[in-house]
């Protein structure tokens, strides 16, 4: 009993220090003082700041539409990669197959943004919005591999059998049993890579030109010039984005889970 | 027929691996025997085993070592005690949930907390240790590094604790080992593939962060990821660079194959 007393007081202890930081960002941007430290009074014009901030804004969408786009055609390409991995029958193909789909999700950040910088100068194309673009694809896609994978070996291979054997082609099974059942992956997966291209930093600043920006590079940039509250105030309105995101997200899939429930009796 | 439809997907997939992950790992290999005036020449291997870059590898290996130790201390008890609570799926998700804040917003409330006048030194000031220089320093690295990199080391092992059989520890206990005993004779090496992975996750990461060292370490620590940026996108000597990447690459298979676990 008196253990589990000191375990909490340790629980306790480790959750104050993963929540430090993020509330301390929130609580000094409504700091009037302009430091982040000293609270001098209760002031909303960091946020103004933010919001009259239009190149702040353009970036804020910038990033946005690299993530969905990229998580969006990633999960096409994963899907296909899953598929591909799946059907393969000899043991060593299959192994190989994932041992070069995991390199790009081990190998660190710098390595990526590298390689990616000296591929893309070859290739000839423009730094910029593109080639965050595609090498966000390009990370990404590993990710929706890995959570379809698993999916499809769940999938009992009778019902693939049984819809053959009714007559189904190729295309049925695929649109009517296949990617029904693995559902629940794809989305995952793209979640997963929509989280992964919303945060990268480390690719994107290599691969990124001078006129083309995400918001992680923006942040970096401003913070090595000092603090600037504004950017508290876009941490807090993040912070809140994202609470929303991951309540929604929670709630969904326990009414999902729920719903399923129901329809299983 | 059967064989030629699966083909459809192999196709486009071996286009990308080809594209994304062999093209690039070639072309930094390719690039690493060229200098900076573009010709061919095996300098920079010779130029990385000088004392400069040897000792920066080491000093990243030592960094990034202790990153290592340091999560692992504090998420394996955390991970523990997750498993035991009430709403753990709940408490796990807590603990997740700083990761979904951007990694560089994290960074730079450090810049604030460790700052002059910022909460650390307002504590010391109290507890009567007084103001200390904590920003651009060694510890400053490793503390921020660690608090990153605590959430990916709870989740594997946690994962690994909740996949354990219960009934193995009961054995053990009415077998009369002590708590201690049984936690290292049946809890840790059974949770062992957690930690792995767990180490695995951070240590990587950690040779190549460069974010950090630049806004908390004032360029006072340097680690492989730092003189890869320096020289791909300030000094534009992409070969040396590329030569960096080499051997970061090299100690990333070895780390994967040490870690890795054989099933």
Known sequence: MRRMKWGNVYLIFVFIILYTPIFYLLFYSFNSGGTMHHFKGFTLEWYREVFHDTRLLLIVLNTLIVALFSSLISTVFGVIGALAIYYVKSWRVKQALLTLNNVLIVSPDVIIGASFLILFTLAGIQLGFVSVLLSHIAFSVPIVVLMVLPKLQEMSPTWVDAARDLGANEWHILTRVVLPFITPGIFAGFFMALTYSLDDFAVTFFVTGNGFSTLSVEIYSRARQGISLSINALSTLLFLLTVVLVAGYYWISRKGSRLYGMWKK | ?263
């Open chain 2, 1 to 263: 027929m059967k064989s030629s439809v699966r083909n459809v997907y192999l196709f486009p997939y071996i286009l990308w691996i080809a594209l994304c992950v062999v093209a690039p790992i070639a072309l930094i290999v390719y690039d690493s025997f060229f200098d900076i005036e573009g010709h061919w020449t095996l300098e920079n291997y010779e130029k990385f085993f000088t004392p400069i870059y040897l000792k920066m590898a080491l000093s990243s290996f030592w960094y990034a070592f202790l990153i290592t130790i340091f999560s692992l201390i504090i998420a394996y008890p955390t991970a523990y005690l997750l498993t035991k609570t009430k709403h753990k799926q709940l408490w796990l998700l807590m603990i997740i949930l700083p990761t979904w804040v951007n990694l560089l917003l994290k960074v730079y409330a450090f810049l604030g907390i460790f700052g002059m006048f910022g909460l650390a030194n307002a504590i010391l000031e109290t507890v009567g240790i007084g103001t200390k220089q904590i920003l651009f320093t060694d510890f400053s690295f490793v503390f921020v590094s660690v608090y990153i990199f605590i959430p990916f080391m709870v989740l594997p092992i946690f994962n690994a604790l909740e996949e354990m059989n219960p009934s193995l520890v009961d054995a053990a206990r009415d077998l009369g080992a002590s708590g201690w005993t049984t936690f290292r004779r049946v809890v840790f090496p059974l949770t062992l593939d957690g930690v792995k992975a767990g180490c695995q996750a951070v240590f990587i990461p950690a040779l190549s962060l460069f974010m950090i060292t630049r806004l908390i370490a004032g360029n006072r620590v340097i680690t492989l990821g730092t003189a890869i940026e320096e020289h791909f996108l300030v000094t534009q000597d992409w070969g040396m660079g590329a030569t960096i990447a080499v051997f970061l690459i090299m100690i990333m298979a070895l780390v994967v194959i040490v870690t890795g676990n054989r099933r």
